[in-house]
Every structure is written in C-alpha cells, then in structure tokens.
C-alpha cells in the first residue's frame, strides 16, 4: 500500500505502509515499465526495414579510425546493426586476422568447426560454395546450427576480379512483406520445422527451424533462408504443397528487383550483419581471369554489440 508519493528532479520517493519502507525510482526507470508490448531490440518492433532504393546514399558507412577513436561514433555503428541489419567500417587494416579485432572491438568472437576465421577465397578443393567463384543466392549462413550465429563479418582484403558483388536483402522487411500479401503463406512458413543439415569429414550438424521465426506477440524475430542445406522434409503430402507454394511464395518476394542492395566490398571494408534478419548474396567472379578476390570472415553474437551499445549510450 503506498502512503506518500514524492518528487524530486528526475526521481519519485515512495513511501510503502503498513511498514515503513521507502524507495526511490528514476522517472527514465519508470517511464520504461510503462504497460504496453515490451521489446529487447531483436524482433522487427525495433528495427527499420528498407529495400534498396531506401539507402540510396544513406549506406550505413564509418571510417575505421572514428570508430576505434569515438564512443558516439562506435555506438553509432552497432546501432545501424541493430535497426538496419548491418553497416561497414572503411579503411581497417588490410592484415591477416583484423577482422577478429573488430570483433573484439564490441562482443566475442564465435568459434565454429570451421575456426575462429575462415578465409573467402576460390579454393582447387572446395567444400563451401562461399569457397569458388560462382554465384551465391541471398540466404542466411549456418541455419543447421543450434544457435545459429547471429553477427557474421566479412573483411575485404583484396578484391581485384571483375564481379563478385556484394548483396544484402532485409530478410525481416521480406517476411513483412509476404505476411501483407499472403497471410497463410507467412503462418505455414512460421509453422513448419524445416530440418536443415551440413556435414564433412570432421563435423555433422543439423537442426530443424522455421523459415520465419516469430515471437509469442507475433513479431518477426529471425529468418533462415539456405537452400543448400535445406533437407526434404517429412510431411503429409498436402501438407507439403502448402509448404512448398508458401516457400515458392517467400523466394518470389526476396527476389524482386529492389528488394536486394547491391555494392562492392573494396580493400579494407569489413561489412558486419545480422545473420539472422539480413541474406547476403554475391555474384559470379573469375579470379584467374581479372585478379584475386579475398575475403576474411568470422561470426559473433548480438548479444555482445548489444551490451557494448548500452554501455556506450548509458541503456537501461
């Protein structure tokens, strides 16, 4: 029972009875416990979505030496992560191995089978599309991992073959807009379990995930989209047409002229994004032809960039 209310600047005293306890609140604290769907920066409720023509300009773009030298300027960056999916840090270091220094810069680097780093280069061997110089369709990466890597970085070491593109699409405006267009579409795609797995000579992975996962308000919270690791799946068959129609139906809208930003990653750009709200893509090259292309990348958390960018703002 609260017997007496009392402010103070930015702080309100309550006093509590029959006992006498008191506490004190900040009016930023309370205004946050306001009733009302909560939020914690991961689902679409606080992100921005785009299509391409919508950062025309407005890439999320930072020189390296601002945000190694600037708290606001750091914070910036990883804020772009969070609302847009991602941005790019020009002019780091083109040495082996920076791109787990920018890692470190805000979170943990991600370990996986496939190391701390893995190099993006065509290889004689391949045991990874990523690993030649074809053509790579928009999609997430590791969807067969539980939990999939949520950050993944790549850093442009040199880049001098024609072609080879970079691409981006706004997995979570994509599923925005398949949910407008084709409501039942959108529910079979967030009910499914699509079993996903990938394997070598020294790993097995696998998982089973919806395409579009969504949260117990309905908010879109994480998009796997791979194809290449795509299992068949164990379904009634009418139950496997609607998949397939609903899956047809969300690779038609991912695919519209549009929908994907396209750019090239020059020597000492580190592009960082949302492995699980952003598909990144990229287009054919022939590196023995024009030149080499070589890439460094490795994966992180956002839970990392997130703790760092409250820091950095004084979040709650």
Known sequence: MIDRVEKAGDTVTVSFGPDPHVSTFSLRWLSAQRPGPQGDGR??????????????????????SAYCDEGAERARVLAWVVSLGFAILQEVPKQDGTVLEVVKSFGYVRETNYGELFEVRVELSPSNLAFTGLAIAPHTDNPYRDPVPTLQLLHCLSNAADGGASGLVDGFGAAATLRKEDPAAFETLTTTLV?????????????????????????IRAVRFNNRSMQALRLAREDLVSFYDAYRAFAEVISRPGHELTFRLEPGDCLIFDNTRVL?????????????????????????????????????
Request: proline share 6%; aromatic share 8%.
């Open 43 to 64: 689902t679409e409720q606080d992100k921005r979505l785009w299509k391409a023509n919508d950062l025309v300009g407005a890439l999320p773009v930072k020189r390296w």
């Open 195 to 219: 079993p996903f797995a990938w394997q070598d000579a020294r790993a097995r992975l696998s998982a089973e995930r919806p395409l579009i996962e969504i949260d117990p308000l309905g908010r």
């Open 280 to 316: 990144h893509s990229r287009t054919a090259f022939d590196s023995c032809v024009t030149g080499s292309r070589h890439l460094q990348g490795c994966y992180a958390d956002m839970d990392g960039l997130m703790s760092t960018l409250a820091v950095l703002t004084n979040t709650p």
